[in-house]
């Protein structure tokens, strides 16, 4: 029988109700990152306040109650009764999809956010909001609950000599099942990052849970995030290089500073909202640089028909393009490429001519400059030739995958997977444990070369880094094609000790610094193997913590005689074993790794795998106290 098909199987979702259906199309997840977006929504509306220059303080609470408290210091929302809605603005904004003062440009001329639903969407995902605006020395609240249906009307409550605006919000455990709770560390990266781009703005985070606290104003603004971003690195220009104008209406501010690394840091904004693949703004400062660049050569007559490209400026540049712009589109949802011509030109008019008197008029950081950049150059066309080279032998040897691979039978990508090895010992163990249907493995000698302090020319060179591009198939940074993919996973399979997790990093590096795109896509996999056997005569159980050992001993072997092993190497494990915990897909436990924040994840590898020495100090004496498992 066909199943009935009429217009009782046709939904109309009113108020809020399509958000609290399919949350996921406002805030992307309901996991931890759709949880905080929550707080990013709320925030956003009072950094508007700030672009508009009315608000010079925002306030965050993280409450014992697993509440967030946005307070700020602008207009407060309006209170009186909207004309299309007949309801109070403060009502409308909180139950009505796409209602705020954001498409009305003689309120907010630029804003971030998403469309102007934010606070719909959070009351729509809470267990409850309370709202409460300070305007004209009065206190107005109202409550919403469950999901954004209101629970009181709007009344006043007191008395007041300043204005703005405070929003307590509980999330919905019924959304959000993963879990409710809210990432200081997430939440403290967050509003650093706003208080760069909005000079002045003072922003302060308090954790009751805790007693954590934190604030952040940055009066240099992205010069400031400029001086961060290259702490501890030495520097190639010690005057940064800065300029903020209005081209055609377009707000334009920019930071540059080179330094002595060999890898670049280029960030772009548009109204507070990181561009992560850039855009036409990102693409007018490119070639303004350039320009610039050549423009100066030319009038020192240095040039000798020598031309530079982009790879050859953005050698250890660490670069920060924000603009202000009334109208943003964007390619996609995610707001991640900005489209805008206009805005392409006006950062191209505002950095071109100010690049090229910055030079002139800084003639020893200039110098340096230019240095930093024909010495990139040289090495760009020296790892060119090296990459030409590489493949030119795999040509005339008949082969294009490194004899050390010990492929599948699979073609499909979306099955396949390479497993990188340490090890011929743990290499052999892995070919003979494997599925040889769509297991791969790559067995790699030693300790893989540090990207992170070495110029392009010695990482081409190198034998491992040489298989490890040819295996994978995609080519590196730029030639880096996603659709040449051979193996849909790869996987990192190192000994569980310290040997071990330098070699992981070594290769993560390596994945983060030349291969990005396979981290951004979800391809790269790090293996788990476990740390202890433990085992009777009638019993044998592999533990992946200390904790799961633990466990182990008082639920199985609790009274009885049992033995302990600890696994320092993956040789330790006959191919059976190896199978059994770390390769199975029924079985093994793997970690994906991710890089939500690209900032912080810039920052690690900076620190912990290139020169900064005092950093990498910090870094260890502030996360020490986390460390499980030490091998000496």
Known sequence: MKNNYNAEQIQILEGLEAVRKRPGMYIGNTNKNGLHHLVWEIIDNSVDEALASYCNEITIVIT????????????????????????????????????????????????????????????????????????????????????????????????????????????????????????????????????????????????????????????????????????????????????????????????????????????????????????????????????????????????????????????????????RHKDPLYEGQTKTKLSNNDAKDSVYNAVLESFEEYLLKNPEDANNILSKITLSQKARKAAQKAREDTKRKSSINNFSLPGKLADCESKSVEESELYLVEGDSAGGSAKLGRNRKNQAILSLKGKVLNVEKVKQDRVFENTEIQSIIAAVGTDVKKDLDIKKLRYGKIIIMTDADVDGAHIKILLLTFFYRYMKDLVLNGNIFIAQPPLYKIWNSKNVNYAYSDSELEIFKKDTYEGTKYNIQRYKGLGEMDPIQLWETTMDPERRTMLKVTADDAFLANEVFSNLMGDNVEERKKFIIQNAKFVKNIDI
Not at 99 to 108: L, P, Q, R, V, W
């Open 64 to 323: 014992n109650n697993g509440e967030v408290i946005v307070k700020d210091n602008g207009r407060g929302i309006p209170i009186d009764i909207h004309p299309k809605t007949n309801k109070t603005t403060l009502e409308t904004i909180f139950t009505v999809l796409h209602a705020g003062g954001k498409f009305d440009e003689s309120t907010y001329k630029v804003s971030g956010g998403l469309h102007g639903v934010g606070a719909s969407v959070v009351n729509a995902l809470s267990k409850y909001v309370i709202a409460y605006v300070m305007r004209d020395g009065i206190i107005y609240k109202q409550k919403f609950l469950e999901g954004g249906t209101k629970s009181t009307e709007l009344e006043k409550v007191g008395k007041t000599d300043v204005d703005g605006t405070i929003i307590c919000f509980k999330p919905d455990e019924k959304i959000f099942k993963d879990t409710v709770e809210f990432d200081f560390n997430l939440i403290k990266n967050k509003i650093k990052q706003l208080a760069f781009l909005n000079k002045g703005l003072k922003l302060n985070l308090f954790d009751e849970r805790n007693d954590n606290e934190i604030s952040f104003v940055f009066n240099d603004g992205i010069k400031d995030y400029v001086k961060e971003i290259n702490n501890g690195k030495e520097k190639i220009n010690n005057k940064i290089f800065y300029v903020n104008k209005k081209v055609n209406d377009i707000d334009v501010e920019v930071a540059v500073q080179y330094n002595e690394n060999y890898d670049d840091d280029l960030y772009s904004f548009c109204n507070n909202i990181f561009t992560s693949e850039g855009g036409s703004h990102e693409d007018g400062f490119k070639n303004a640089l350039l320009k610039s660049i050549h423009l100066y050569v030319d009038n020192l007559k240095q040039n000798n028909g020598n031309k530079y490209i982009w790879e050859d400026v953005k050698e250890g540049i660490v670069a920060v393009v924000s603009i």
